[in-house]
């Protein structure tokens, strides 16, 4: 186990490292259950894609701890499942098939683009100052899902602001909706507020929040786990976690099998690969697609590595030399993108969108992991999900938002590399950083960043400065936004 995870070599333990696993496990458990309640409302099973996102998240984390040998974890990603099925499917009228074969695709692509070293030289190609924008964003990003997940804020958004309601143009005079209300947006009118504290989930976070602040401060081993943990149990008492409702059978499992039989190599069926390119007229529309998932899926995990790992030293020194100047996977960069690269294919086989690497990664980094080890960890309790599901399903949202948020404000220290008195360097690191939180959306941030980054440079007639990957990346995030405003 040392030998293979180089632990002491990483300055950790195998204490450490299991603590680390089942606190990353628990910030992104969540995505069990999340992930197959917005994609069953395409007409996929719930069950078999309950499955399937055990599944890819299982095989992609253990490639990534085994091969890599760094403290990620992939599962399918929030926001990509979003976009598979308000934008791929109900927007754009693909049937599911459809859309997991071009998740597939994507899957293919990222790995080409991994191969012949495309994302590395992006990496190399990002500014450093932006980098430690990123940095303190993807903090940012996290503190802010953890604020989000905690019930501490509300939003108002009355009928003026509503644009969109079920992915159709809002109108005050429709008094019902067939199947009910899915989805609803709002543009800029909408206010955020703090909560009253009469939820009970809101006053178990704060109280989780301060447990753990408490911990943390205290340099308690395994703060973070503890305060998950300490925190479910008061979520008891508290009429958060009711286990008189919690569905303790095992039935379920043998159903959700079953059910994977429908999705499971669907993407290559004749309602899916046979189908999707079948109409030349849709060609344009499809690669239009294929480009915006590659793009999102990309650019989310490489803003996750460079946020987290410079500052741990996850990856290295001697790592970002290897990266620069080795050949083939002779760098622990090199093997998590390609780690990454391959989850969104695995997991469009089973029945799933696109695979990538968990921002959520940050707690279990936060409390510690170093190696491979931790996602190791992770894996096996995700693995055992799949028969523990009731057990898991009672940590509640409110008991892990803490965590992210403690690990968000360990990581904003990032921020202290940035010149912000100097308005060349403050204005894209803003966007980098703080964009991607406000947007939700951590390659958006990226792309703010490169944008603004592109255009200070070339108005202070300094454009040569600007690496030639960059104004690449820069023309396809602008070309991305263009076809998303098409389609």
């Known amino acids: 186990m040392e030998n293979f995870f180089k632990l002491k070599e990483n300055n950790t333990t195998f204490g450490t490292e299991l603590l680390a696993g089942l606190t990353t496990f628990f910030a992104m458990s969540y995505i069990i259950f999340v992930n197959p309640s917005i994609l069953s409302q395409t007409g996929m099973p719930f069950q078999a894609v309950f499955l399937s996102t055990i599944v890819a998240a299982v095989v992609s984390t253990l490639v990534m701890g085994l091969f890599a040998n760094v403290p990620y974890a992939l599962a399918p990603g929030m926001g990509l499942n979003a976009f598979f099925t308000f934008t791929v499917v109900f927007g754009l009228g693909f049937t599911w098939q459809e859309a997991l074969a071009m998740v597939f695709i994507c899957g293919l692509l990222n790995v080409f683009i991994t191969v012949t070293k495309i994302r590395k030289m992006i990496i190399q190609a990002i500014p450093v100052s932006m980098q430690h924008a990123i940095g303190g964003g993807i903090g940012v990003f996290v503190a802010y899902i953890g604020l989000k997940n905690a019930n501490l804020l509300s939003f108002l958004s009355d009928a003026k602001t509503i644009t969109t309601i079920n992915n159709q143009p809002y109108q005050a005079t429709v008094e019902s909706f067939k199947g009910g209300v899915f989805s609803v947006t709002s543009n800029g009118g909408i206010v955020p507020s703090l909560v009253n504290f009469t939820q009970s989930d809101a006053l178990l976070a704060l ?279 098409i389609i």
């Open 207 to 485: 109280i989780g929040l301060l447990i753990t602040v408490i911990l943390v401060i205290r340099n308690v081993r395994g703060a973070i786990l503890i305060g998950i943990v300490v925190t479910t149990l008061l979520a008891i008492p508290m009429g958060v976690v009711d286990l008189s409702a919690v569905n303790w059978s095992q039935n379920s499992l043998a159903s959700a099998f079953s059910d994977l039989q429908v999705t499971i190599f669907a993407a290559f069926g004749p309602e899916g690969m046979g189908k999707l390119f079948s109409n030349p007229a849709k060609l344009p529309l499809v690669l239009m697609t294929i480009f915006a998932f590659s793009l999102s899926d990309t650019f989310d995990t490489l803003g996750t590595f460079i946020g987290t790992g410079r500052k741990t030293g996850i990856f290295s020194a001697e790592d970002e030399r290897m990266l620069e100047e080795g050949s083939g996977f002779s760098s622990k960069m090199d093997k998590a993108l390609f780690a990454d690269a391959i989850g969104t294919s695995i997991g469009a086989i089973f029945g799933t969108s696109n695979t990538t690497t968990y921002v959520e990664s940050a707690a279990g980094i936060g409390a510690g992991g170093r190696t491979g080890l931790t996602a190791v960890t992770t894996a096996v309790l995700l693995a055992a999900s799949a028969l523990l599901a009731p057990f898991v399903g009672i940590v509640p949202a409110a008991a892990t938002a803490p965590a992210l948020i403690i690990v968000g404000v360990m990581m904003l220290s990032s921020f202290a590399d940035v010149q912000w008195d100097h308005l060349e360097e403050a204005v894209p690191a803003f966007f980098a950083g703080i964009f991607m939180a406000l947007c939700y959306s951590i390659s958006y941030g990226i792309a703010a960043g490169f944008i603004f980054y592109c255009f200070i440079k070339t108005l202070t007639g300094k454009s040569k400065e600007v690496h030639p990957i960059l104004w690449v990346a820069t023309g396809l995030f602008i070309l991305n936004f263009i076809i998303l405003a």
